[in-house]
T-cell receptor
Framework: KAGVTQTPRYLIKTRGQQVTLSCSPI?????VSWYQQTPGQGLQFLFE???????NKGNFPGRFSGRQFSNSRSEMNVSTLELGDSALYLC??????????????FGQGTRLTVV | QQPVQSPQAVILREGEDAVINCSSS?????VHWYRQKHGEAPVFLMI?????EQKGHEKISASFNEKKQQSSLYLTASQLSYSGTYFC?????????FGSGTRLSIRP
C-alpha cells in the first residue's frame, strides 16, 4: 500500500511570506501528526489531528496552524515566515485512537528554507 | 516535556553491542523507538506499553521500567545497517513527544 506522501519535497520562501505544506496519510489512517526537525533539536511536536479535529498542540507560536480534511489529508500553514522556521517538516500517520499505542509511519518530509 | 536520551552519540565497530537510554520526568504510558538514516524518514522499531506489552521487530529488544520512567534499547552484534539516529518518544494523550536523538555510527 502507498506510504505517507508529503508535498512539496523542497520549498524556498522569503521572510514574511506564508507557506502551506500537505500530507496524505496511509489509506485508513485517521491520525496525522506534524513535527519540525532541525539539527540538534530532534523532532519537535507541532500538532496532531484525528477525524478533522486537532487533539493536541505543541509549543509553537500561533503562526503555525493546521487542518485535516474529511479524507484525512492534512495541511499545515506557517504565516509570516522567519529565518528560524527553516527546517524539515515531517508528518506521521497512524490508525489513531485515544492513545498512541500503534506504529506511526512518517513521510519523507518537506524541506523548507526561509531566506 | 521532552524525554532525555543518552548517550547523544556512540561509535561502534561491527559486532559490538550498544545500549541507548531514554528517561522521562512524566509518567509514561508508552515508549516508542524509531531510527532515522541520513536523508530518510524515521522508521518504526518498537513500542513498549505500560503493562509489559511490546510490539516491534524481532531483532530489536528493549526494556521499559514504568516505575523509573525509563526505557532502554539494546542493539546486539551491530551491523553497518544499524547506523543512524535513534529517537525515543513518549506517548500520552494521542501525541508522541520525541527526544533529541542518539547518533549511532558503526565502523567496519
Amino acid at each position: 500500500k502507498a506510504g505517507v506522501t508529503q508535498t512539496p519535497r523542497y520549498l524556498i520562501k522569503t521572510r514574511g511570506q506564508q507557506v502551506t505544506l500537505s500530507c496524505s496519510p496511509i489509506s485508513g489512517h485517521r491520525s496525522v501528526s506534524w513535527y519540525q526537525q532541525t539539527p540538534g533539536q530532534g523532532l519537535q511536536f507541532l500538532f496532531e489531528y484525528f477525524s478533522e479535529t486537532q487533539r493536541n498542540k505543541g509549543n509553537f507560536p500561533g503562526r503555525f496552524s493546521g487542518r485535516q480534511f474529511s479524507n484525512s489529508r492534512s495541511e499545515m500553514n506557517v504565516s509570516t515566515l522567519e529565518l528560524g522556521d527553516s527546517a524539515l517538516y515531517l508528518c506521521a500517520s497512524s490508525l489513531g485512537g485515544g492513545t498512541p499505542n500503534t506504529e506511526a509511519f512518517f513521510g519523507q518530509g518537506t524541506r523548507l528554507t526561509v531566506v | 516535556q521532552q524525554p532525555v536520551q543518552s548517550p547523544q552519540a556512540v561509535i561502534l565497530r561491527e559486532g559490538e553491542d550498544a545500549v541507548i537510554n531514554c528517561s522521562s520526568s512524566k509518567a509514561l504510558y508508552s515508549v516508542h523507538w524509531y531510527r532515522q538514516k541520513h536523508g530518510e524518514a524515521p522508521v518504526f522499531l518498537m513500542i513498549l506499553l505500560k503493562g509489559g506489552e511490546q510490539k516491534g521487530h524481532e531483532k530489536i529488544s528493549a526494556s521499559f521500567n514504568e516505575k523509573k520512567q525509563q526505557s532502554s534499547l539494546y542493539l546486539t552484534a551491530s551491523q553497518l545497517s544499524y547506523s543512524g539516529t535513534y529517537f525515543c518518544g513518549t506517548g500520552s494523550a494521542s501525541k508522541i513527544i520525541f527526544g533529541s536523538g542518539t547518533r549511532l555510527s558503526i565502523r567496519p
